[in-house]
Structure formats: structure tokens, C-alpha cells
């Protein structure tokens, strides 16, 4: 199981979403820590400059997020609506 943290704009943004999205937002959040197997159909590795990083499609938001497999971490870096994002 890995551990998730949030970079305090990811913060701030999953504050601004709607509550109903919100709750969305972190049980897929939770299941990505938990297995992220569960629901690789929703992860996506980004392109480029950024192919460090993973984009998770929770219904039209977009989270981006680094994944560290050696010290089983989740860095949660920015979330936000499809047109927001990238």
C-alpha cells in the first residue's frame, strides 16, 4: 500500500471542487493507494517533459501525480477540471 501526500496547491485546488467530486476524487484517490491494478484503465503516463509524472481520470477532473515505487509514495500534485489541466 503506498502512502499519498499533497503538494499544497493539489490541496487547495481539491478544496475548490464541488463537495460531490470532491468525495469522488478521494475514494479514487484511496484505491490508487491501495491498488493501483485495481484501476490502471483510469491511469495514463504523460508525455514528454513530464513522463515522470501520471494523470488519474476521475470523470472530467484530471489528477497529476508522481508515483515513487521505492519508498511507496504518491506525491498528489495538481488536480483540476479537464480544461484547467496540462
Do not use: C
Not at 25 to 40: G, H, N, S, V, W
Amino acid at each position: 500500500m503506498y502512502q499519498v501526500k499533497f503538494l499544497k496547491k493539489a490541496v487547495s485546488e481539491l478544496k475548490a471542487i464541488d463537495p460531490i467530486w470532491q468525495n469522488r476524487i478521494k475514494e479514487k484517490i484511496t484505491q490508487l493507494a491501495e491498488d493501483p491494478a485495481q484501476i490502471k484503465n483510469r491511469i495514463k503516463s504523460l508525455k514528454g517533459k513530464y513522463r515522470k509524472f501520471f494523470r488519474l481520470r476521475v470523470g472530467s477532473y484530471r489528477i497529476i501525480f508522481q508515483r515513487k515505487d521505492k519508498e511507496l509514495i504518491i506525491v498528489i500534485i495538481r488536480m483540476a477540471h479537464r480544461s484547467e489541466n496540462y
